[in-house]
């Protein structure tokens, strides 16, 4: 492909034993701007995908779980591996960061740390490593529905 296309390129190859590789393959030109060697590499990335079908199977499980506390969630976006939620105040639906801080607080107490990002500070931003894997991403999860819960309970306790 790079002789081809005399640049450039990278894809996805799959091995015989069912591994996912990306590989790069960069062109070395000489004087006459003619190709005298490929540089190339790869990276085995069969669990990363793995895990970004599983993540994608999970957008059901946001989406139930936004519903349970809608009060406090704006928005749920993601790209790949990374997941933003927005925390907004629950009756008038504007940025939230003091909340976002202390949901963070309460998902710090059950062993889960996750950053603090957005305009107004409100929104929980997941970036998990890339050697994650499902049981962890289910635990992560798991505890950021515990101190989400916490909090609803929490500021429903204050408007009462």
């Given at each position: 492909m790079v002789l081809k296309n005399n640049e450039k390129t990278t894809f996805v190859q799959t091995t015989r034993n069912g591994k996912k590789l990306l590989v790069t393959g960069i062109p070395v030109f000489d004087a006459n701007k003619e190709i005298f060697r490929i540089v190339s590499y790869s990276h085995d990335v069969t669990e990363l995908l793995e895990m970004e079908k599983y993540l994608i199977q999970m957008k059901g499980e946001k989406e139930r779980v936004k519903k349970k506390i809608e009060p406090v969630i704006g928005s749920i976006r993601s790209v790949g591996l990374m997941i933003g939620i927005e925390i907004v105040h629950s009756d008038s639906k504007e940025p939230n960061g003091e909340g976002l801080v202390r949901i963070l607080d309460l998902a710090l107490e059950k062993g889960v740390l996750f950053y603090l990002c957005g305009?107004?500070?409100?929104?929980?931003?997941?970036?998990?490593p890339l050697t994650v894997n499902q049981e962890q991403i289910d635990e992560g999860l798991q505890m950021l529905d515990e101190a989400l819960y916490a909090y609803e309970r929490e500021i429903h306790i204050f408007i009462n």
């Open positions: 305009n107004f500070g409100e929104v929980i931003r997941m970036i998990p």
